[in-house]
């Protein structure tokens, strides 16, 4: 700490690259500084350093990553806690930690070892113009950093993180019993679903807030380790419509259980809203591109007589984009799809029996999903979650329906049943036809171009945006890839697998590797910078990562026949 000091005192004054001189490591009385990367000027991206804490001095017994859920509990914790000390003190500025949103998630802000916390910051160094401000720096460095440290770290609360790894564990129980006992989604009685705004993930806070509250035949109870006994609506394997007029509540219980695939902090009103985690969120999305996928399950005999087992388009449209989307969904390996009404393409969803009558069916390339829903199921065992307010022809196919009446959902499945059968659809249904194939696709690397110019650039912007080389891969209609910092390792992995398999590659192949890789070795392995500040990673599921591929605009596959 005495030679940080020393050299603060050197290069004040100085041009900015003089900061370059703190690069090293300082042992400080509680920790350990690495400063591993200075800005080159104050308008860069900021500097990054990490802190290492010894364990011992934080009382983190062995019980308190026994399990990788209780590990992430722990990481969460305490990227929440620094986040809350950095924005609670207005005088601090220049410190950041790429801190946690709603979802709880393994991210490389955070990493706690056998024997150490390994906390990662980006600086931002202090300047007037270009001139080196020593003393600012010397004060963010040696008074606030160890205040943050003290506060969020050293003094933390034992009972807030007991809290929160009690919740994980809770989590885990009702994951579960979900696969267990056959169900895709758990709501509990209680929970919260609305958001404060179309912007954000933080729960409405209002005397208008209707709490979930479950049917009763659709209740299950279960038994947590420490909430206890709890009640909800739990949704059985199979194909569940929900349906209710418009503004009751439909979108906001599907997006709920979209983002149940993750676990939830506590106080979000989502904590014990638990969805089967492989359940993927499809959607129409048009203008995308598609490498060779096979559509033809619902899609063949395209007017341009372009081979629909092998669809490559540079401009998908509304229902073959939904169905490229399903199609490399089945191929990740889902087996639970959630589609809602207002975000999926009409003539994908539905043909009634009046546009049965007036276009013949040679000249529809497209088989509803209507009439593939039930075979999904039957064949692959894939169940499906789906919104549908305008359609009643789904009554024939679902197992159960649900209907939201101001924000109220009820078990109306008897009487849907009831009406399909007094008022005929009249549509020419073909409920028993098979679903057709799912292919595996292997994809080519090389198609992967990391360099633009003479260096590599992969890095993400935003949640919307992965940017790989000269390439832009567009992932905004990927609705369950929730922050950049998920896009950031995805777009990570991706140059990662591109330097193991230098040709082609099993998509499931990849996938399986990027998987096993991280669990073994953490996060940090896929980035360049292992070893120093990795930059800010969370952990994305596999089908966002094979999702970022697919929309790779210069993809090239080759379909094993
Ligand atoms: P739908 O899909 O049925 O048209 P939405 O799910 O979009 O309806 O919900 C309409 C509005 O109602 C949204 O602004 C949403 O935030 C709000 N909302 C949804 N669920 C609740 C609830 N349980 N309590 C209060 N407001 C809710
Ligand atoms: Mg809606």
Known sequence: MQQLLKIIERIDRKGYKAYNDLKGAY???????????IQADPFASPSRGRVIVKRERLALGAETDETNERRVAVIDFFAQELQEVIKKQKEIKGIFIDGPGQEVMDRTAVVLREDELDIRFSIQLPARGRTILGKPAKQLLTEHLPAVIDQAVKNYSPEKLKTHIALADDQTTIRRFLQENHYTAFIANGSVLPRESGVSSRPLKSSDVVPFRSPPSLEVEIPLPHYGPIKGMALKTGVTVIVGGGYHGKSTLLEAIERGVYNHRS???REYVITDDSACKVRAEDGRST???????FISNLPNGKDTSTFSTENASGSTSQAANIMESLEAGTTCLLIDEDTSATNFMIRDARMQALVAKEQEPITPFIDKVSSLFNEHGVSTILVVGGAGDYFEVADCVVMMEAYVPYDVTEKAKEI???FGSGREGNKNALFGKITERSVDLRSFQARKGKKEKVSAKGKDMILFGRDAINVSGVEQLVNGSQANAIANMIRYVCGVYDKNAALSDILHFLDEQVSEKGLDEVSPF????????AMPRKYEVAAAMNRHRALRVDNPS
């Open 27 to 37: 042992h400080f009385p509680d920790f350990i500084l690495h400063l591993d990367h």
């Open 267 to 269: 106080g979000d009103g």
């Open 291 to 297: 490498a060779s996928v096979n559509i033809s399950p």
């Open 420 to 422: 399909a059968r007094t």
């Open 530 to 537: 292992k070893g120093r500040h990795p930059g800010d990673m």
